[in-house]
């Protein structure tokens, strides 16, 4: 009986626990600053994190997979960059939009070309692919940054009725990662590979083409988000976005995605990027300083995954339990 009550309590706090741990801190802002629960800083707080949170909703399914992405940001830079110049030469906003997530695309392709063609570790190939992307741009503007955008800020400063562009973006893009997790051969497949790669094979998986798949995927979600970026800023930047990477994989870790694949959800991902949005803007009201936040975030993510780490001992240890009282 004390067994089941145990098992019962320790599956709610798998299920539910980030979000208690997400209620738990809205509260303790809305005490600590009473401007914290209006509208309009909840709006700002959905419109700050919506680009990171586009670009966890990616890193999710790569690390679902088993894999990762440290070049979300330089790609971001250099597919947003891009887009902008090839909107000044064209005025055409379609056109523009297509650049920018064809470039993050092919990008995540040579990036899933190192990590299945020449089983390079995913860490490796897109740390190299982050080094080439801010290269890329940096050399394509000579450092400078693109000015006078026009138009173009309908992405990120726009709106439908009341509701901000960015946030129009997170949600339909949210929907989609859940649909592809939730109710798709590759969103089972993707679970498998993650939680056992041999296995996976054996089954008769094509391991390779869903980890391009996967990639491909998270490309179109880098150049969405670059678009989304530069419109904001009003400006093509180069040097811009730098970090969002991690940024990225705190939401998709603390939202319950295991660093070791095969665990994780869309619906996880965005309660973590509004737990790191919660906490930044805790921050920023409260007026801590700019390197104190970089040294917590860093304290975060190493937190969770040792956290991650230590749930998955706890569930072998409880699973050898159960086999040895039968």
Known sequence: ????????????????????????????????N??????????????????????AFGETILIISGMLDLSSGSVLALSGLLSVSVFKMTGSLLIAFIIAIAVAVFCNILSGIMVTKFKTPPFIATLAMLA?????????????NIYQIGEYTVFGQGSIG??????IFLVLIGLLTWYILKHTRLGRS??????NEEASIASGIDVNKNKMIAFIINGVFVGIAGVIFMSRVNAGLPNGAQGFEFEALT????????????????????IGAFIVGTLNNIMNLSGVNSYLQQIIRGAIIALAVIYDTYSKNVKIK???AKVKEE
């Open 1 to 32: 009986m004390k067994l089941d009550l145990d098992r019962n309590f320790s599956k709610l706090k798998q299920k539910y626990g980030i979000l208690l741990v997400l209620i738990l801190l809205i509260t303790v802002a809305s005490f600590i």
């Open 162 to 167: 009341v509701i901000p562009t960015p946030i």
């Open 34 to 55: 009473g401007n914290f629960l209006t509208i309009r800083n909840i709006t700002n707080i959905s419109r700050q994190i919506s680009i990171t949170t586009i670009l």
């Open 132 to 144: 080439m992307a801010r290269g890329a741009a940096l050399l394509y503007t000579n450092g400078q």
């Open 190 to 195: 993707l679970y498998s590979i993650g939680g």
């Open 251 to 270: 939401s998709s870790i603390i939202g319950g995605t295991s660093f070791s694949g095969g665990i994780g959800t869309a619906g996880g991902t965005v």
């Open 318 to 320: 409880s699973k050898l």
